[in-house]
Structures are given as structure tokens and as C-alpha cells.
């Protein structure tokens, strides 16, 4: 999708020589600040995992808080893009890009069965055990459902809809099977 849009943005500039929010305030000025303000929103939010995912990655190998260690790498990046200049960034992640070799390397060091990578890549599969409580195909009534606190306006509508089923005479519901791991966890403890 964002492959398109870039796409057809640059076509845009190509041919009317405009870009795409200039097109878009001249033709369709009723659209203009609702799709600003969610090109922001997005762009927020895509900025703000790629910090997230940096900082977990770094995490890996320095043992400091992954906060601390996203407000880092943002001062770094505001500090690169203000003060540096823009050959030092191009050459900078051209270097870093590089790195993305390395999963090639990992793949051919991994010795995965090549038939297996086919058949997981092609075609779609349903794990019968872990994913069964997850499965959009199983009925309401037999999916697994995760626990919940008493008094919660999901006890109260799961009552309504267990007609038929007794009430536990200590006035307490009954716990659901779960599909989370944490449940799983804590059930255990």
C-alpha cells in the first residue's frame, strides 16, 4: 500500500508537477485536513515504533531500560538531521543498510529444509492446538475465552448469553478456558 501511494505520488509530481497534498488542497479541499491530520497521526506512530523497535535491538545488547534508550537514540537522530549535513546521513545509512545483509547470512547459517520455507511461504496454515481459540471459524460458544474480572460488562453479557447454564450457588462465575500464555502463567503460580 505505501508502495502506491509513493508511486503514484511521484507519477503526480511527474506529470502536474505539484505534490500530492498540493493536488489535493486544489481538486478536493473538503479532504484536505482530514487526511492531513491522518498522515500525521500515522507518521507518528510509524516514527514512534521505529524508535520502539530500535531501541529493543540495542536493548539486546546494552541492559539499560528500553525508555532510556529511546529517548537516546531520538536525541541522536534530532541532533544528526539538525547539525549534520545531509551526505553525512545518505552515507551514514547506506552503511547501516548494509547491515541488512546479515539476514541472508543468518538464513544460510540457519540450513532451514527448503521445501519446508516453500510450503510456509505459499501456502496458508491452521495450527489445530494453539491457534484453535483464536480461529475466526470456531462458534462463540466453543472459542476459548480469556478470563475476566468479576462484575466486568463482559461477565455480564457472557451470563446473558449462557442461558440455560447454572449459576454456581456461591454467586461467583465460572472461570473460561484461556488462550493466553500469561493466563497460562498465572494460572500456574
Known amino acids: 500500500m505505501m508502495y502506491v501511494v509513493v ?6 509530481g511527474q506529470v502536474s508537477g505539484r505534490g500530492l497534498f498540493h493536488v489535493i488542497k486544489d481538486f478536493y479541499r473538503w479532504l484536505l485536513w482530514r487526511v492531513l ?18 531501541a529493543a535491538a540495542i536493548n539486546l545488547f546494552v541492559p539499560l531500560p528500553i525508555p532510556l534508550i529511546v529517548a537516546v537514540v531520538a ?18 545509512f547506506r552503511w547501516l543498510a548494509l547491515a541488512l545483509l546479515a539476514y541472508v547470512g543468518a538464513a544460510i547459517l540457519a540450513k532451514p529444509d527448503a521445501m519446508a520455507v516453500l510450503r510456509g ?19 462463540s460458544a466453543r472459542r476459548c475465552r480469556p478470563s475476566f474480572i468479576p462484575g ?13 447454564s447454572p449459576r454456581p450457588r456461591n454467586g461467583r462465575a ?5 488462550c493466553g500464555a500469561a493466563e ?6
Do not use: H
Not at 466486568?152 to 440455560?164: I, L
Not at 465460572?174 to 484461556?178: A, D, E, G, L, N
Open 37 to 54: 491530520i491522518g498522515v500525521l497521526i500515522g507518521n507518528t506512530v510509524e516514527a514512534a515504533a521505529d524508535l520502539g523497535g530500535m
Open 121 to 139: 511461504t505459499l501456502l496458508p496454515t491452521w495450527s489445530s492446538a494453539a491457534s484453535s481459540c483464536r480461529s475466526p471459524w470456531r462458534s
Open 174 to 178: 465460572r472461570r473460561t478456558p484461556s
Open 75 to 92: 536525541i541522536a537522530l534530532f541532533v544528526l538531521q539538525i547539525f549534520g549535513s545531509y551526505t553525512l546521513i545518505r552515507n551514514l
Open 152 to 164: 466486568s460488562p463482559m461477565r455480564r453479557s457472557r451470563r446473558r448469553s449462557r442461558r440455560g
Open 184 to 189: 497460562g502463567i498465572l494460572s500456574s503460580a
Open 7 to 12: 508511486y503514484l505520488s511521484s507519477k503526480l
